[in-house]
């Protein structure tokens, strides 16, 4: 089969990913459940010749040194798709996420209101976090597309590899891609803060000199968005203070506490009223209470403030999974399954 014909097939079975690896069939990930699209396996020149008519020379150099490589493909008018390379068993295989040709609107994503709230903060350090496959990607795609539809700002995304492709429409937005554009997070974020930006998205979070460069970016005036692959609030806090050295561990929590606007973590499920995907979010504001936890290193509190302060669109994940599940949206086996603490909300289930 030929990779377009094979694309052009999970595209019309909605797949959120496709699997081509040499020795195995063509397979594709629908709602969840992985399926393979034929009996017939691949062959290694047939992976080789779909990487061959897929990628450049560059990315090609990349593979060929690394044995991993990340980059993106586009189906004219059909779909893009983030694309990984990799070496399995000798042999090549490829793992293709889908991605939506148009960023869709806040409003179709089932997200709390509180998200779209905080496309109109003028500065600080928003985080989506949560597996891979959570819906990250698509939730800042949707709050950047608003603020391009409601400012005069210079947007500057940073990524690995591009996914959405925005169009300037009331935001000038530049879009930059790891290797293609720019040799690291760091090194693009760094020149970055030189090219006048109001709004700054940097893919991921992944090691302390990004991580040190976004925070100073949102301490110095700047929106900061960007992940990390953490599954709740409490535990993104803790990963980037961890990052840092122990001597500097105090000076980052005062750093972060006032910088830090919000974390929003997601966790996809697999509908059961009907088919498609539908987002638990756990959502953290910044507010005084939650800046002092910071500051003191009480991060095992705010689990507690965010119970509390659900008038003001707080929420745990756990309440989220339940709401899920009351309005029968999700199965209960999946939400026990996902839950932070599936014995306490088994009980809260029952009642």
């Known amino acids: 089969m030929e990779l377009d014909a094979i694309l052009r097939k999970a595209h ?13 069939p063509p397979t594709v990930r629908i709602h969840q459940v992985i399926t393979p699209m034929t009996e017939t396996a691949l062959t290694q020149d047939e992976v080789a010749a779909m990487f061959e008519h897929m990628s450049n020379r560059f990315v090609r150099e990349r593979f060929e040194e690394a044995r991993d490589v990340d980059f993106s493909y586009e189906i004219e008018g059909l779909a893009r798709y983030r694309v990984n390379v990799h070496m399995q068993r000798g042999m090549i295989g490829m793992a ?21 709230r905080l496309t109109y903060l003028p500065r600080g350090l928003v985080l989506v976090t949560g597996d891979t496959g959570s819906g990250k990607s698509t ?14 700002k210079h947007i500057i995304t940073l990524e690995d590899p591009m996914e959405y492709l925005f169009e300037s429409d009331q935001c000038l937005i530049e879009q930059r891609e790891l290797g293609r554009d720019m040799v690291s997070f760091a090194s693009g974020l760094k020149h970055a803060l030189r090219q006048d930006p109001d709004i700054i998205l940097v893919g991921e979070m992944r090691d302390l000199e990004t991580t040190s460069l976004a925070m100073s970016a949102a301490e110095t005036g700047h929106l900061v968005l960007s992940t990390l692959h953490t599954v709740n609030a409490s535990q993104t806090v803790s990963r980037i203070i961890d990052m840092y050295p122990s001597g500097q561990q105090n000076q980052i929590r005062s750093m972060l506490s006032t910088t830090l606007q919000a974390v929003i ?14 987002p638990a ?10 800046r002092n936890l910071i500051r003191e290193n009480k991060i095992f509190e705010i689990p507690n403030v965010i119970e509390t302060s659900r008038a003001i669109g707080m929420c ?14 999700i199965s209960k086996e999946d939400a026990i399954a996902q839950a932070v603490h599936p014995d306490k909300l088994e009980r809260q289930l029952v009642a």
């Open 265 to 278: 973590s997601q966790t996809l499920f697999t509908r059961s009223d009907r088919p498609g995907m539908v």
């Open 139 to 152: 939730t800042l795609a949707a709050m950047i597309q608003a603020m391009n539809e409601r400012y005069r």
């Open 281 to 290: 979010v756990e959502t953290l504001l910044c507010t005084p209470a939650v």
């Open 316 to 329: 745990s994940l756990d309440s989220s999974i339940a709401e899920l599940y009351f309005n029968g949206t």
């Open 96 to 116: 293709m996420r889908a991605i939506q040709t148009t960023v869709p609107p806040l409003s179709a994503l089932s997200l709390p209101e509180v998200i779209a």
């Open 12 to 24: 019309e079975a909605d797949a959120s990913d496709v699997h081509i690896i040499a020795g195995e």
